[in-house]
């Protein structure tokens, strides 16, 4: 009996971590995560969104647009402008990301306090 505990745990184990990896090779990398974040506030321009990740340059930006939009993520919208302007957005299924961001949010400000509490008392 102890053994198909352990297979049926293991089996459970390796599915979730699968999940994990699908997860991080969809959103993984330094500026997916990024220009979401931005994207979640609503429609960009190519040239405001650079603006809004800063340090991406432009060929990096178009790059993981294009994976953000193969991954149905992201949608992208061509403007009959002159010139063209080119404005992207979360799609329907991007926004379903939301809480998955909003949690990176509250745990990243809980840890950057956390961390410069612990800089302010070493400092005493």
Not at 59 to 79: D, F, T, Y
Not at 105 to 113: A, F, L, Q, V
Request: overall charge neutral; glycine content about 8%; proline content about 1%.
């Amino acid at each position: 009996m102890e053994t198909i505990k352990k297979s049926i745990t293991s089996d459970g184990c390796r599915e979730k971590l699968r999940a994990v990896h699908d997860t991080l090779d969809v959103l993984g990398g330094k500026w997916k995560i990024e220009i979401i974040s931005a994207l979640s506030f609503g429609k960009l321009r190519f040239m405001e969104l650079q603006r809004e990740v800063q340090g991406i340059g432009a060929k990096m930006l178009s790059k993981e647009l294009r994976e953000l939009e193969l991954n149905e993520l992201v949608s992208r919208q061509v403007c009959n402008t002159k010139p063209i302007t080119v404005e992207y957005e979360l799609s329907e299924y991007g926004k379903t990301l939301g809480n998955i961001i909003d949690e990176m949010i509250d745990w990243g400000m809980k840890h950057r306090e956390r961390i410069k509490e612990q800089c302010a008392e070493s400092a005493k």
